[in-house]
């Protein structure tokens, strides 16, 4: 969703306030002609956006649905990007996934092991649970190794501690009563999104009356902000479960600048 909110930003996408079914209230995305090269994640995006059936315009909530289905490919493409841009170091990346593979085998050997070690239970006591127990405690302790492994380079890692420093940043302006000297909140706004700040920014923008970016159109001027409170209240709502994947994409498409 802050890839979307970006690409609304730079005019790609346009965001109406309709009205769907039964008066509910819903978002309308057109497709706008592309001012600019795309980022293969914003590509993908736009691939999953709009699609044979509909090709130039969708709802939000039509939207929301083809992205949790087909939310691998964004996350193909993001990982990509971050590994061109030297944010991703292969050799770690590939003993975490060894040590995620392993986890999941001891795992499920432990699974089949219990109704076999059960057999001897009679005849053995409990001593045969030691098995299927010890198999699932090194599986465990495989995850934990994993976990402990960062897939990101070191220039990586130095990116992730500055992002981490402005999503507390964000949190701080969308906390504040008063209008912060700020100038470009519209540029904010994607990645406020995209570090799952969504609902934050929904509230500030309900307190301060006029911030609504130019490019969202309310069906009345009179109503834009509560329409884009609820817009960007519906879309962080959705943003949250796909945030390692919807923020890593803006977090990449922006790191070459942040960093």
Known sequence: MGAMFSLAERGVIAIDEARGRFGVQDFTITRQRSKGPLAPHEQALLATLFDTRHPEQTTLSSARNRVTRR??????????????????????????????????????????TVPLAAIFVNRFAGWPMLLPAGLAIVGIASFIFAGSVTPLSNEGVRRAARWRGFRSYLKEVSRQREQPAVRNLDDLLPFAVATGLGPYWGRYIKKHPGSVPVWFRALSNASQDRAFTAFVTSSASHGGGGAGAGGAGAAGGGASGAG
């Not at 939310?71 to 003993?95: C, N």
């Open 71 to 112: 939310l691998r490919a964004f996350g193909v493409a993001v990982r990509q990007e971050l590994t061109e841009a030297g944010l991703v170091d292969i050799e770690r990346k590939r003993i975490r996934d060894r040590y995620i593979r392993m986890g999941s085998v001891l795992l499920i050997l432990a699974g089949l």
